[in-house]
């Protein structure tokens, strides 16, 4: 029974473009032959993959597919890419770490066409992972690209890519002309930079807004009091109004990430765990008892901190 070509890429019926070949560079770089060389399986995958996208993103095709299924992307495309008699193993993929080539558009650039036509390179795509202050503040990288030099040999070359204030996880930065030279005289390729940011060990990023937990004894808790907050922004001073209760959120109004390409900032998010005490002095002790009977609270003696 012929595989479903959505199920194969992982994405729903409704995909549009850009999840597709999101899913599909996903998938080509975890199954691609150079990284498993001599594994059958691997090589069998990567053609269905590719034979899945190819017909998912061309609308004609996916049309005809979504109707009539395989047969019908088939007729509408006459025929196509099945990967059937691919050399995988002349193939360079650049799977090392420093980026890896937009594996569908080397495979079917030019095909069809005019042997001596100019053809734009390939384009590249690396990922970079940088700091929960670097993606907030916007920084600075040099990325080390592999890419083929005169005669055939490969060359790597430092490139700098500048991350502006505010990116977020699996935010995508474009480099014009970055990517592998043009074939006959066509334009360089494009450079795509992945951005992964790494977690932070206090706060928690929602979009532009950043969240953290702050603790306050139980005396503070009831009878009120201020505390320092960390935030991306700076110390912060925080009232705690008395009666405060456990995970009681309070908002620090544009204390959280710089909005990309915009002055406005996001908010920090302050959720308050209240401490109980686990130790008394023999002081402490007698004041919680005397409070207690002052409420009128039935304190059963000899458990917990009247032992």
């Not at 992307?73 to 059937?84: D, L, T, W």
Request: aromatic content about 10%; some cysteine; glycine content about 14%.
């Amino acid at each position: 029974m012929a595989k479903d070509f959505y199920e194969i890429l992982g994405v729903k019926k409704d995909a549009d473009e850009s999840d597709i070949k999101r899913a599909y560079r996903r998938l080509a770089m975890e199954w691609h032959p150079d990284k498993h060389k001599g594994d059958k399986t691997a090589e069998d995958k990567f053609k269905e993959i590719n034979k899945a996208y190819e017909t998912l993103s061309d609308p004609q095709k996916k049309a005809a597919y979504d109707q009539f299924g395989e047969a019908g992307s088939n007729f509408a495309g006459g025929g196509g890419f099945n990967g059937g008699g691919f050399d995988f193993n002349g193939f360079q993929g650049n799977f090392d770490g420093q980026g890896f080539a937009d594996i569908f558009e080397a495979f079917f650039t030019g095909f069809g066409g005019r042997p001596n036509a100019p053809r734009k390179g390939r384009n590249l795509e690396f990922e970079l992972k940088i700091g929960f202050e670097e993606a907030a503040f916007g920084c600075e990288k040099e990325l080390l690209i592999t890419r083929p030099g005169a005669g055939g040999e490969r060359k790597q070359e430092n490139i700098k890519v500048k991350i502006p204030a505010g990116v977020d996880n699996d935010s995508v930065v474009r480099l014009s002309g970055k990517g592998d030279p043009g074939v006959n005289g066509g334009p360089s390729g494009d450079l795509y930079v992945h951005i992964r940011i790494i977690p932070h060990k206090e706060f928690v990023r929602n979009n532009f807004d950043v969240h953290s937990t702050a603790e306050i004894s139980l005396l503070q808790a009831v009878l009120g009091s201020e505390i320092k907050v960390k935030t991306i922004q700076g110390e912060v001073t925080l009232k705690i109004p008395a009666g405060t209760q456990p995970g009681k959120v309070f908002k620090l109004k544009s204390y959280g990430v710089k909005k990309l390409h915009a002055e406005e900032k996001g908010d920090h998010y302050v959720k308050i765990n209240v401490v109980i005490p686990t130790k008394l002095s023999k002081k402490e002790k007698t004041l919680y008892q005397n409070l207690a009977e002052e409420s009128g609270l039935e304190i059963q003696k000899g458990k917990g901190f009247w032992k």
